[in-house]
């Protein structure tokens, strides 16, 4: 069974950084494109950032400005999302995602696995 455990979320002010966490179990991580997706109170789930297995492909939402960075440990089964420059607008419930398929992509319907989400919120 495919789990995705994040964690790493939490309040922080804005200006702040959070690093947010995903460990996956019962897959084959290494060779699995992942992804983080935020969902905000009241609006969709939006796409946030995703990587290839090998780490040589990754794609932003447009919102971002490079204030985040993914990036993935394939030895210890672990996707990252390292945030800066937090503003309010970036609270929301923050999911890992994980495809089937080596290549990064930017749709939910591309991801075949998901986690529960950890909160994260940023107060002014």
């Known amino acids: 069974q495919v789990q995705l455990v994040e964690s790493g979320g939490g309040l922080v002010q804005a200006g702040g950084s959070l690093r947010l966490s995903c460990v996956v179990t019962g897959h084959a991580f290494s060779d699995a494109a992942m992804g983080w997706f935020r969902q905000a109170p009241g609006k969709e789930r939006e796409f946030v950032a995703a990587?290839?297995?090998?780490?040589?492909?990754?794609f932003y939402g447009d919102f971002l400005k490079d204030r985040f960075t993914i990036s993935r440990d394939n030895a210890k089964n672990t996707v990252y999302l390292q945030m800066n420059s937090l503003k309010p607008e970036d609270t929301a419930v923050y999911y890992c995602?994980?495809?089937?398929?080596?290549?990064?992509?930017?749709?939910?319907?591309?991801?075949?696995?998901w986690g529960q989400g950890t909160q994260v919120t940023v107060s002014s």
């Open positions: 995602a994980g495809r089937s398929s080596a290549v990064a992509a930017s749709h939910e319907s591309a991801f075949d696995y």
């Open positions: 990587i290839s297995w090998s780490s040589s492909t990754t």
